[in-house]
T-cell receptor, first 116, second 112 residues
């Protein structure tokens, strides 16, 4: 059981470029969540997805950010035209349907995005 | 708005010196309160979920308790390997959302 896999671990982008962050959930997990951790800040919820559906995107910035979880393949968090303020650690978590509360959400090791 | 406040921000203990971390919360109907451990450069690792006031859970040297307004993480006779940032998060009942609201964490350092 490989756990939640995120790649890349580190990503450097110049201002204005696009960043694509990938997350493969644990085997058997069909729910995916993205969180952002800014320096000296707590983890902030961004979006909750199930296969082919966005369930809750209340934490996503209205512009430049999008997320998907296709039927096949990993979940993708996409940030267009990155700015320095997007520099943060982005964590993905996954869970089985109905079991998140009992067993917690399993987090990946994160992608550290640096915008230069 | 749901909020979580953790204190202290940082705590230094000597090996064997027991202490407690605090998590105060306000939430519109608590579905669950979560404790996680986070090591540098890694993602949070699940420790406990508490559901209702009076509930307690234990794991090795850690014991989590819950009241209607706060939760405590008690660390008994800590060891250097307990050094980490401990995160508290709440999940609200309303709206059916699964999102967690996290505090900023308590950074624990246990010196040998």
């Amino acid at each position: 059981n490989a756990g939640v896999m995120q790649n890349p671990r580190h990503l450097v982008r110049r201002r204005g470029q696009e960043a694509r962050l990938r997350c493969s959930p644990m085997k058997g997990h069909s729910h995916v969540y993205w969180y952002r951790q800014l320096p000296e800040e707590g983890l902030k919820f961004m979006v909750y997805l199930q296969k082919e559906n966005i369930i809750d995107e209340s934490g996503m910035p209205k512009e430049r950010f999008s997320a998907e979880f296709p039927k096949e393949g990993p979940s993708i968090l996409r940030i267009q035209q990155v700015v320095r303020g997007d520099s943060a650690a982005y964590f993905c978590a996954s869970s089985r349907p109905g079991q998140a509360a009992n067993y917690g959400y399993t987090f990946g090791s994160g992608t550290r995005l640096t915008v230069v | 708005e749901d909020q979580v406040t953790q204190s202290p921000e940082a705590l230094r203990l000597q090996e064997g010196e027991s202490s407690s971390l605090n998590c105060s919360y306000t939430v519109s109907g608590l579905r669950g309160l979560f404790w996680y451990r986070q090591d540098p450069g890694k993602g949070p690792e699940f420790l406990f979920t508490l559901y209702s006031a009076g509930e307690e859970k234990e794991k090795e040297r850690l014991k989590a308790t819950l009241t209607k307004k706060e939760s405590f993480l008690h660390i008994t006779a800590p060891k250097p390997e307990d050094s980490a940032t401990y995160l508290c998060a709440v999940q609200a009942k309303q709206g059916g959302s699964e999102k967690l609201v996290f505090g900023k964490g308590t950074k624990l350092t246990v010196n040998p």
